[in-house]
């Protein structure tokens, strides 16, 4: 238990799963969040999205954790779970393309910490460390939470 709130796994569709066999350029871990509405649903969909559009190949996902939201707590909890992909993109453009998808699946920026449909952040892009006013690499402080750490251990087997 995190704050009181119980934690949890759930799967769906998608979650979890293995599509792909290493082969591309870079890897990255793409850490997937979300609270409004069919959360489930919708990573189901961006992850079909993804297979199809070709900019990132999806080499597999982990089960989706239950979660209690932090910064604004005035929301309901959150599902969290981790893709490993690949990628030709650089770090920034592959940043730009992740913003776009979440738009795409209505992503609404109203306040910081705020409820949302969709949450992609890079977690890790390759080995690489790097810093610029709009991406840091590793994401910072990923390592302080439950929500990363845990579903990275379901795939951790993609990222060697």
Same mark, same amino acid.
């Given at each position: 238990?995190?704050?009181?709130?119980?934690? =949890?796994?759930?799967?769906?569709?998608?979650?979890?799963?293995?599509?792909? &066999?290493?082969?591309?350029?870079?890897?990255?871990?793409?850490?997937?969040? =979300?609270?409004?509405?069919?959360?489930?649903?919708?990573?189901?969909?961006? +992850?079909?999205?993804?297979?199809?559009?070709?900019?990132?190949?999806?080499?597999?996902?982990?089960?989706?954790? &239950?979660?209690?939201p932090f910064g604004y707590l005035d929301?309901?909890?959150?599902?969290?779970?981790?893709?490993?992909?690949?990628?030709?993109?650089?770090?920034?453009?592959?940043? $730009? @393309?992740?913003?776009? +998808?979440?738009?795409?699946?209505?992503?609404? $920026?109203?306040? &910081?910490?705020?409820?949302?449909?969709?949450? !992609?952040?890079?977690?890790? @892009?390759?080995?690489?460390?790097? #810093? #610029?006013?709009?991406?840091?690499?590793?994401?910072?402080?990923?390592?302080?939470?439950?929500?990363?750490? !845990?579903?990275?251990?379901?795939?951790?087997? !993609?990222?060697?």
């Amino acid at each position: 238990m995190i704050g009181g709130a119980k934690m =949890g796994w759930r799967t769906s569709r998608r979650f979890p799963g293995r599509y792909c &066999k290493p082969g591309g350029i870079h890897r990255v871990v793409i850490g997937v969040g =979300g609270n409004v509405g069919d959360t489930a649903a919708r990573f189901d969909r961006m +992850v079909d999205y993804l297979r199809k559009n070709g900019r990132i190949r999806v080499l597999g996902t982990s089960p989706l954790l &239950k979660n209690p939201p932090f910064g604004y707590l005035d929301q309901p909890d959150f599902l969290n779970g981790v893709m490993v992909a690949e990628t030709r993109l650089d770090p920034l453009a592959l940043l $730009r @393309y992740m913003l776009w +998808v979440e738009k795409r699946f209505g992503r609404r $920026r109203s306040f &910081k910490n705020a409820p949302r449909t969709l949450d !992609l952040d890079i977690i890790f @892009y390759d080995d690489i460390r790097f #810093s #610029s006013r709009r991406l840091r690499l590793p994401h910072p402080h990923y390592h302080e939470r439950d929500s990363v750490m !845990l579903p990275l251990a379901f795939v951790k087997d !993609l990222l060697i």
